[in-house]
Nanobody, 111 residues
Framework: DVQLQASGGGSVQTGGSLRLSCAASGFTFDDYAIGWFRQAPGKEREAVATVSSSGTTTYLDSVRGRFTISRDNIRRTLYLQMDSLKPEGTAVYYC?????WGQGTQVTVSS
């Protein structure tokens, strides 16, 4: 079974940093693109960043330059380094591959 276990969320003030992790199992990790999505209260889920199997990255315009997605194929783990966080970054963050979603980790940014 595919499992995605996200962790690393928390509460920070504006300008703070967090590093999210997503431990994956149940599939050949390095064969697939994988990404982070987020869903804020009352809003639709949106793609934040993705990384392909070859390491090509994409970012939501509003986080480009502040967030960095990376993957460790040996540890089968996806990361999202989030710097200069803003209150609009408050959301539940999910890792996603194919049709599978992790359980989500809450990020709260206070002003």
């Amino acid at each position: 079974d595919v499992q995605l276990q996200a962790s690393g969320g928390g509460s920070v003030q504006t300008g703070g940093s967090l590093r999210l992790s997503c431990a994956a199992s149940g599939f050949t990790f390095d064969d697939y693109a994988i990404g982070w999505f987020r869903q804020a209260p009352g809003k639709e889920r949106e793609a934040v960043a993705t990384v392909s199997s070859s390491g090509t990255t994409t970012y939501l315009d509003s986080v480009r330059g502040r967030f960095t997605i990376s993957r460790d194929n040996i540890r089968r783990t996806l990361y999202l380094q989030m710097d200069s966080l803003k209150p609009e970054g408050t959301a539940v963050y999910y890792c996603h591959i194919l049709s599978y979603w992790g359980q989500g980790t809450q990020v709260t940014v206070s002003s």
